[in-house]
């Protein structure tokens, strides 16, 4: 029998309760992340299958696609779960050359919210985050309009992305800020100092490529060792590590694998000694 998400439980801006451990649905899309994928039927069982096993916590853009991650969520789960919070971003637009082209002027995150409200069926987005700062758009005017839109009552919560220390803490004199989304793994921590931020003041963070997107790098060796210990992947150590991190961290682990969902939703059930964190960390 497959063992449910083990992960404990963060209060997104103190109200949505979620298990830590989510999914990032940026591969339930077609190649470069454009388009559908390549089979449809099994993306929607992907979905189906993460919420069976208790995650409650499912992350998209509306730049994925684009537009089809947040279509396929609905077309999946709507209508949703109580207990379901769906996060969105938005601030980024694609060509058909796979570019990410920043956008984030006030009207178009109010646009871009608009249609994410349309592709995932709701009223209200639970966890709206600016995907990106765009730096030919003051970065506090971004927020403001992210800001104007949660007392419109169509964002309950609002998110950054991609954001140093300075931009968290200019935002959080706007607005309430849940959580921040950056890079974080074993072998990318330039966001150290971000996370410390997030934990001081229990805002959630969600490092992206938890799994450094299967480059681990140098600490090949040691996870090796440490993931042969406890009879478990590479990977799953990996996903260990992050959810024992810091009590605030939220990874979002995505897959368009119902195997490798169900190692990542296992991964929630090792527990690393005090020593194996240590020798992760350094």
């Known amino acids: 029998m497959t063992r449910r998400n083990a992960s404990g439980t963060f209060d997104i801006g103190g109200e949505l309760t979620v298990h830590r451990l989510g999914f990032g649905a940026l591969r339930l899309t077609g190649d470069n992340v454009l388009g559908e994928p390549e089979n449809v039927e099994n993306a929607k069982r992907v979905l189906q299958t993460a919420v069976s096993l208790g995650i409650d916590f499912i992350d998209t853009a509306d730049s994925y696609g684009p537009g089809v991650s947040e279509r396929l969520i609905r077309e999946t789960l709507s209508p949703y779960a109580d207990d379901v919070v769906i996060a969105t971003k938005g601030g980024l637009l694609r060509n058909r050359e796979g570019e990410w082209l920043k956008r984030g002027d006030p009207d178009s995150l109010r646009n871009a919210l608009l249609c994410s409200l349309d592709r995932l069926g709701v009223d209200c987005i639970d966890l709206y985050q600016y995907h990106r700062p765009d730096p030919e758009v003051d970065f506090e005017t971004s927020v403001t309009a992210l800001a104007e839109l949660k007392d419109d009552g169509v964002i309950e919560h609002i998110g950054l992305s991609n954001v140093s220390v300075d931009q968290l803490e200019a935002a959080r004199e706007i607005a309430d800020i849940a959580t921040v989304q950056n890079q974080y793994n074993l072998t990318v921590r ?89 020798r992760l960390t350094e």
């Open 190 to 278: 330039d966001s150290a100092d971000v996370l410390d931020v997030c934990e001081s003041a229990d805002i959630g963070f969600i490092p992206y490529f938890p799994l450094g997107a299967g480059d681990l790098g140098e600490k090949s060796s040691v996870l090796a060792e440490i993931a042969e210990s406890h009879d478990a992947s590479e990977y799953q150590v990996a996903l260990a590590w992050l959810l024992q991190r810091s009590p605030v961290v939220l990874p979002i682990p995505g897959t368009s694998s119902i195997p490798h969902l169900k190692e990542n939703v296992a991964a929630s059930h090792l527990e690393l000694s005090d020593a194996e964190m240590r």
